[in-house]
């Protein structure tokens, strides 16, 4: 522990010396203070975009002092236009601005004094007028015929023309962005452009629903959009600061509506109702669906309302790229019924509230059955298992947010920062389950057919169960309870007045839970194979914990350099953390109370964690830049937890870590390229309920025990990732990520032949490691772009090691994935796409007992979209799904799933009546594989069936009033 706070008090010194040394260096010389303005449009508010020159002059007599520059970039999304100049006296001066096409101005600027820590400042905008026009001179008409360019750069900002790509009637936002070249969108409302993560989802420039971003993105209109921009941007939390131009910026996509739909109201109303295209066992035969959203917005304030029910569970659009593959098939089937409202008010660059109230019901179905095998050395053994699940569950969630910002300098301050952001969330639930599971000697699955399942939960043990099962377990379970949380962030930042050297910043965060858990559950257990002793429990646990979490971590950058393009802090922070929690798991057997498996513990938790960071920023012509950070951080652990299992006890522990990381990145967004690279090491402990050595035999297939003498576990991650753009139309990226990690806490177990029973017990193993690389290319074929390929490719190795029976088992699993799509767009009429995905998997162990794993998942199909006669709209897709080596035949399979969509335009376009059909041949299913050194597992998943639905989508749009 000494060596490393050794280490981070020599480089706090080492910084601190050197600042003295280049404050010595710098005294004496004379103080200049550099002063801009940003040039606008009287009336448009816009940066000027014209030839321009400026002087600085003394206001006095109004000499020529020295020249101003005049610097223009296209920065987050927005043009921007500066003039500034260098001031080295005190005193009143004038900037003079000439502007081709505006009346020239003299701004008055008066510096009364230079401090020495200031180094800009910056002045209030200067606004001109624009002068008469020339008398116009008509030209003969010229045709210019041009192909509409799907994307580009301008200054740093990538740009998408929403009217270059061709969509279904009635698409949404989320349509519209899966077609984007080098945009992926995933299920989870994730976005990443040419690999890199969207951090922020923006409306028309300013922040607006991203904690709801998945309703953005369901309900807004896509021909409502016009442009969909993708640049980085500093975080709001650092607008403004010392620290803006230090802190690595954000990714993010800003939503440009077309003119017409920047104020006004907006809604969209969606419903239709159909039914399963073949019979099925379930209750959802009747399909349904209803969507009403509703939006008012200005600059200044949006006010959303929506409210949704279906029991589709799903958002894929007929003709769309959508990803029904067994990685990402939904699973299960849901009724779902939510409705909520957001609003803004304000701005980000002074005062803004905004604040969302969600609330939904859902009752869910879920269903799965699994074929598993478990690497043995004296025979590997087969599994079993099936798993019903009925749900119901009630939530509201709630988040606001206050942000104040002052910019205005005064004697105390230069800049304020100030962002409250509350949240609430509440579930209740209620839930029935079902499972049944079996472990046998032999791979005899085949003789059984589809009776297995009844096979295993049958009341008594037939023959088959009697010659090969070594347990069986059957349990029926009814639970229901509910979940409480509430939470607070609070950031704060302040800026000395000034001063640029010098910032103060902390950020605190609160969080209260409340959680409940009531059960009951019928056990059964027995052993057909040996006739050991069955075990029939009635079980009930009544559940309940609480915990409490604050963490605050306060600041101070300070700059080590003056040089607006070369860049040094030095940030010496510490993070304070404390935590409480408190669990209640008594567990009652047969109405009596289990004394040896109800654990009640009391943990409280306190962490100091000193660090610091080095941050070097360069800055070059055309936004380039290049980035070098450092970071040290030493967290403190101390705690002290009360156990109460069979007997009471009280443990405490004191530990230390030591976690560096470093970062280089260079960046030169005008051109789209990218360069990073990272490495860190964290570290993390294994929970402190170890330190009581004890056994829970809840499940008694599986004896747990704790480990009082594991080893804290160390992850070291390294990677790298370039993205280019090439030429107008290529978008390229990849990626390299390199895991290894020290001392993993494996779950070894002791295997009992007869009975099945595992005793289980957490050792540190060492040799788990994992590399992948990865790329993808977007690019245009022809010159007019009706031609697109896009292909995305990776291959990831994963070394397992786990421990068996005391033994090591190692195993290393090779994953391929590519998928390739070309797409042909001859018109703006019509469109058609061919796609390919492939995922292999390749296992292989030195082990003598093992047997090596070839398996593959893939999937190939075609698109279109076409514009027919009469105001007709026909969209489909076709794609064929198939496995191969799974260990159960059944679930080597072809599913050719096939999705249609016609749609009838009406009042110019304000009504569209849509026919939808999803897996009209009823193929569809989702299955799942699972490996490790310990075993593999197979798992099938109910999902939704196939049905037809007939919906009618209505639009309704007002504009504001001219005033």
């Known amino acids: 522990m000494r060596k490393p706070i050794i280490l981070l008090l020599i480089l706090l010194l080492y910084f601190l010396v050197n600042n003295f040394c280049m404050a010595q260096e710098s005294k004496g010389k004379g103080r200049e203070l550099t002063v801009y303005m940003r040039v606008k449009d009287h009336l448009t508010h816009e940066d000027i975009d014209s030839t321009m020159t400026a002087q600085l002059l003394l206001a006095k007599d109004s000499s020529f002092v020295d020249s101003a520059d005049v610097a223009r970039n296209s920065y987050q999304g927005q043009r921007f236009c500066y003039v500034q100049a260098t001031v080295k006296a005190t005193g009143k001066y004038l900037i003079y601005i000439n502007a081709n096409g505006y009346a020239s101005k003299y701004i008055p600027v008066d510096i009364p004094k230079l401090y020495k820590s200031e180094q800009y400042r910056e002045l209030k905008a200067a606004y001109l007028h624009k002068l008469p026009k020339s008398k ?125 739909y920047h104020t006004g109201w907006m809604a969209n109303a969606d419903g239709g109702v159909g039914s399963t295209l073949y019979d099925n066992k379930d209750n959802h035969s009747t399909k349904f669906m209803g969507r009403l959203f509703g939006l008012r917005f200005s600059d200044k304030s949006r006010l959303m309302l929506y409210g949704n029910a279906n029991n589709l569970n799903d958002d894929h659009t007929p003709g769309d790229n959508g990803d029904w593959s067994a990685l990402t098939q939904t699973e299960g089937q849901k009724d779902i019924y939510n409705a909520g409202v957001s609003y803004t008010y304000g701005s980000i660059d002074h005062l803004r509230y905004y604040g969302s109230v969600h609330t939904s019901y859902q009752e869910k179905d879920e269903a799965n059955n699994s074929l598993s095998e478990q690497f043995l050395q004296q025979g590997n053994t087969f599994g079993r298992s099936f798993y019903s699940k009925k749900s119901y569950d009630y939530s509201v969630y709630s988040n606001h947010e206050f942000l104040y910002r002052s910019t205005h300098a005064t004697q105390s301050y230069k800049n304020i920062y100030l962002n409250f952001k509350p949240q609430f969330y509440y579930l209740k639930y209620s839930n029935n389950t079902q499972s049944a599971s079996a472990s046998f000697t032999e791979n005899t699955f085949s003789q059984w057919g589809k009776a297995w399942m009844d096979s295993i939960s049958a009341p008594n043990a037939g023959g088959l169960l009697r010659q090969y099962a070594i347990n069986r377990s059957v349990s029926n379970r009814h639970a229901n309870g509910h979940w409480l949380d509430t939470s607070g962030d609070l950031y704060f930042d302040f800026t000395p007045a000034h001063n640029d050297m010098m910032d103060f910043y902390v950020y605190g965060h609160y969080q209260i839970k409340d959680n409940a858990d009531y059960s009951n559950e019928n056990y059964l257990l027995d052993y057909p194979l040996s006739q050991l002793p069955s075990t029939v429990q009635k079980r009930y646990t009544p559940h309940s914990g609480q915990s409490q979490e604050l963490n605050i971590s306060p600041q101070l950058p300070l700059r080590l350099t003056k040089n607006v393009r070369l860049l040094q802090y030095i940030i010496p922070y510490i993070k304070i953390g404390y935590s409480h929690q408190k669990s209640n798991n008594p567990l009652f057997v047969n109405d009596e109370r289990d004394s040896l498996n109800s654990v009640f513990y009391n943990a409280r938790a306190t962490i100091l964690s000193p660090g610091i960071s080095y941050n070097l920023t360069r800055i070059g012509e055309d936004n380039k830049m290049t980035r070098l950070a450092i970071s040290l951080l030493v ?329």
């Open 136 to 260: 116009e001179v008509n030209l003969d008409e010229v045709v210019v015929k041009a192909t509409k360019l799907k994307f580009y750069m301008d200054g740093d900002t990538l740009v998408y023309n929403a009217d270059a790509f061709n969509l279904s009637e009635g698409s949404m936002l989320n349509s519209l962005i899966k077609k984007l070249p080098g945009v992926e969108l995933k299920k989870s409302g994730e976005i990443t452009v040419n690999g890199q993560r969207v951090e922020s989802l923006l409306l028309n420039g300013k922040d607006f629903m991203d904690s709801d971003r998945e309703l953005l993105l369901e309900n807004m209109p896509a021909y409502m959009v016009k442009k969909i921009k993708s640049y980085e941007r500093t975080p709001i939390s650092v607008l403004g600061t010392n620290r803006e131009k230090e802190v690595p910026k954000e990714l993010v996509m800003d939503i440009d509506l077309k003119r017409d």
């Open 635 to 963: 967290p403190n652990y101390y705690e002290r937890m009360n156990h109460i299992q069979r007997k009471d006890t009280t443990v405490v522990r004191n530990s230390h870590m030591f976690q560096p990381s470093i970062t280089f990145l260079h960046d030169y967004a005008k051109r789209g390229r990218r360069i990073e690279a990272q490495y860190s090491m964290t570290n993390s402990l294994p929970s402190i309920s170890n330190l009581v050595p004890t056994v829970n035999s809840f499940d008694p297939l599986n004896l747990r025990y704790t480990n009082p003498n594991l080893k804290d576990e160390h992850t070291h991650y390294l990677s790298a990732s370039y993205k280019d753009k090439y030429g107008r139309s290529t978008l390229f990226n990849s990626s390299l990520n390199f895991k290894v990690e020290e001392n993993s806490i494996a779950q070894s177990f002791i295997y009992d032949y007869l009975s099945g029973k595992r005793e289980i017990k957490p050792e540190n193993v060492n040799g788990n490691w994992n590399a992948q690389v990865s790329s993808g290319i977007d690019f245009a074929i022809d010159k007019k772009e009706k031609w697109r390929l896009k292909e995305n490719v990776s291959y990831q190795f994963v070394n397992s090691v786990d421990l068996i029976n005391k033994e090591k088992s190692v195993v290393g699993s090779n994953y391929f994935n590519n998928l390739l799509q070309l797409t042909f767009r001859p018109s703006d009429k019509m469109e058609f796409s061919a796609i390919t995905n492939a995922h292999f998997t390749r296992s292989t162990s030195e082990r003598s007992d093992f047997t090596t794993i070839k398996a593959c998942d893939f999937d190939y199909g075609c698109m279109a979209q076409v514009e027919l006669p009469w105001k007709l709209k026909f969209s489909t897709d076709l794609t064929m799904y198939s496995r191969r080596g799974y260990n159960d035949a059944s679930m080597n399979t072809n599913e050719l799933v096939w999705n249609a969509r016609l749609t009838k335009s009406i009042m110019h376009g304000n009504l569209q009546i849509n026919l939808d059909a999803l897996d009209i041949l009823g193929n569809l299913s989702n299955v799942r594989r699972t490996i490790n050194a310990q075993g593999r597992t197979e798992t099938f998943y109910n999902v939704i069936p196939s049905y037809a639905l007939v919906h009618v989508a209505w639009r309704f749009n007002k504009k504001a009033k001219n005033k």
